[in-house]
């Protein structure tokens, strides 16, 4: 057994701070079994139970990775390295016996603390992980330590942490970052929660309404448009199938233009991950940045599935640039069906109604209709538009959209249905502004005057919903209900540690997380440290070498100077009676101790022999013996120095 049961209770308590994120992602059986280990490693040593002999420790290692590969199959990831990494730390704690097995429990934890940024590298993430390696090292420092309290061993711990950190900072920016996710491991949502599908049909837009998740944050260069411009463009639907609309039409790309709109707005906007391939840009954007394309019906698309979160580089402007015109394949709808819808929109074409005049037609039916914004319309089957325009009349931006989109096919005007997000809130804490599913919207594009013309039938059915967000008309303090002042108070007070906390948290995804391959090298190229060149990778491998050498020896120098003993008092007050001594005429020989100091002192002036006497007896006392008193020597030395001679 471990000599020292205290200090096996501490490194399994560091064990336990490690593995604690780790308890709710992994099997129940790895859980079970760890802690398991774990108790009966504590009664090997507080209760003398027998160490498991070595045949049955190679069973349970055996069984163990049994488990594993039959709970998993045959494939081996992120989550079954974690769980094997978890099963070995209940493993190696049932053979601890000596210090060198709770070294190498401590340095698996550290192993066991590092794989939590492969589901997470959020803010509180970081900071337990920050804690964990704290407890772990404090643990290590206290297993080597002779004292028999923690604290001391915690701040020596944290004293290491905090040497580290300008290393870990000059390793941070100037170390080359590999481009793409951590060791290639995605970091996979549900669907359902960070976004809507490419499809469109009653209810997909609606059931993202209240939700407060965060679709994407933007950073403005310059003043930020009107909230009535603010529309997120992410896909452009072309086909019904009588249910739904969905993408069905081969795209082009973008014809590219060199000379960017006066009238542009410049933005970064960072996208949390939704698994799929789209972007969102400010209606409407006019150049692709580096690792996506600029399709020809103005929507962005990455290269690469945002199974994580990306930061992008858009330019937008009003009008962008000049659209080819639709085909006939604009205005296809299903051969039968909604009979209504249909009636009525040939109608407006057989009186002989323009473009313009068929979408203030379709705006004022649904200003004057009777109809109601709501995010319950109902069930609907069969024809539903025909039940939304003349039935229930009831529904989201999901139905108006549609509906009008239908009607305006129907009388021969090329349309389609655009998908995003509408609005977006400042965070004043920040100066950026937080796009949440909740903004998630849909309007409709009719072409019209050799463009596309954004139309959205809600500005008329809803307009509180465009000027003051989608809570306008889902929370009931947006349809006018009362609140009391102490719960409106608390709302307002919990609003400002909510917009704290993005702020934060957006400050550690721009600067720590956001800081990618592409982002170091255009910090290198400011510093003008071209790494493509040999002449500019020469010049940063030289700054990295300077840095790291001013670091490691700033670092050893905080040691060894850590390591200096404060100066001894009582060996100042006698250094002053010494150079008292020396300005009488009396110095001290470099070999001479104290003892024979006063004695030569006695026999060259006896009338300060006594005195002399006294002040060494009380020195040597404190100095060389177990006794002395402190203010008796000050006090002597003091009156010493003060004669005369």
């Known amino acids: 057994m471990i000599h020292d049961k205290r200090r096996f209770s501490v490194v399994l308590a560091a064990l336990a701070v490690a593995f604690a994120p780790h308890l709710l992602r992994v099997p129940l059986f790895v859980g079970a079994f760890v802690c398991a280990a774990w108790g009966y490693a504590l009664g090997m040593q507080y209760r003398g139970w027998a ?11 055996l069984a163990c990775l049994a488990l594993v590969f039959a709970w998993y199959g045959r494939s081996f990831g992120r989550d079954e390295g974690v769980a094997l990494l978890s099963l070995m730390l209940g493993l190696k704690a049932i053979e601890s016996k000596s210090v060198r097995d709770m070294l190498a429990l401590l340095f698996l934890a550290y192993f066991v603390v590092v794989t939590n940024v492969l589901y997470s590298q959020g803010l509180v993430m970081s900071a337990y992980m920050i804690f964990s390696v704290l407890a772990v090292t404090a643990a290590l420092v206290h297993l080597h330590s002779a004292q028999a309290r923690l604290a001391p061993d915690l701040r020596r711990g944290a ?15 100037f170390f080359p970052r590999l481009p793409g996710a951590l060791w290639g491991v995605q970091d996979d949502r549900d669907e359902g929660v960070t976004g809507f599908s490419d499809t469109l049909e009653p209810g997909s837009v609606s059931s993202l309404s209240l939700s407060a998740e965060v679709a994407f944050r933007v950073d403005f260069a310059g003043p930020v448009p009107d909230r009535d411009a603010l529309y997120w463009r992410g896909l452009v639907l072309d086909s019904f199938d009588g249910a739904r609309w969905f993408r069905a039409l081969p795209f082009e790309l973008a014809a590219r233009d060199d000379v960017l709109p ?18 969102f840009a400010l209606d409407l954007p006019v150049a692709a940045p580096r690792g996506t ?43 039968e069906g909604n009979p209504q819808a249909r009636e009525l929109a040939l109608g407006w074409k057989a009186a002989g109604l323009g473009t313009r005049a068929m979408i203030d037609a379709a705006l004022a039916l649904f200003r004057d209709g009777g109809f109601v914004y709501s995010l319950q319309p109902g069930a609907m089957e069969g024809d539903i538009i025909d039940q939304f325009l003349f039935a229930s009349r009831r529904g989201y931006c999901e139905h108006y959209a549609s509906a009008m989109t239908f009607l305006l096919r129907t009388a021969g005007v090329p349309a389609r249905v655009v998908a995003g997000y509408q609005g977006g809130e400042m965070n004043p804490m920040g100066e950026y502004m937080i796009v949440r599913q909740s903004d998630a919207h849909a309007w409709v594009e009719a072409w019209d005057g050799g463009r596309w013309l954004r139309v959205d039938p809600t500005s008329v059915v809803a307009p509180q919903r465009l000027a003051f967000g989608a809570e306008a008309v889902t929370s009931p303090q947006g349809q006018g209900v009362d609140m009391p002042g102490g719960a409106r108070i608390l709302r307002r007070a919990a609003r400002f540690f909510q917009l704290g906390w993005d702020a934060a948290n957006n400050s550690w ?13 255009s910090l290198w190229q400011r510093l003008g440290f071209d790494p493509s060149t040999r002449e500019g990778a020469g010049k940063l491998a030289g700054l990295l070498a300077l840095g790291l050498a001013v670091v490691l020896g700033a670092v050893f120098w905080f040691m060894l100077r850590s390591r200096r003993q404060p100066p001894d008092p009582v060996v100042l007050l006698y250094a002053r ?32 022999g006594p005195a002399v006497r006294d002040l060494v007896d009380a020195y040597a006392a404190l100095r060389y013996g177990s006794g002395g008193d402190m203010d008796v020597f000050n006090r002597l030395v003091g009156e010493f120095i003060g004669r005369r001679f």
């Open 509 to 521: 995804n721009q600067w720590v997380l956001g800081f990618s391959h592409d982002r170091q090298r």
């Open 159 to 173: 004293v290491l942490l905090a040497q580290s950190l300008p290393l870990a900072l000059l390793l941070f920016v």
């Open 293 to 335: 394309v600029l399709r020809s019906d103005r929507t962005l698309a990455s290269l690469r599935m945002v199974r994580s979160r990306m930061r992008f580089e858009l330019v937008s402007a009003p009008v962008a640039g000049v659209s080819r015109a639709p085909g006939p394949e604009w205005t296809a709808l299903p051969g």
């Open 577 to 608: 009676f010494c150079r008292r001594m020396e300005r009488a005429g009396l110095p001290r020989g470099a070999a001479e101790g104290p003892l024979d100091y006063a004695s030569r002192i006695a026999r060259e002036r006896p009338e300060l």
């Open 51 to 61: 160490v498991p002999p070595r045949w049955l420790r190679v069973i349970l290692a």
């Open 262 to 279: 006066p009238d542009r707005v410049e933005y970064a906007l960072t996208l949390e991950p939704h698994g799929k391939e789209w972007l």
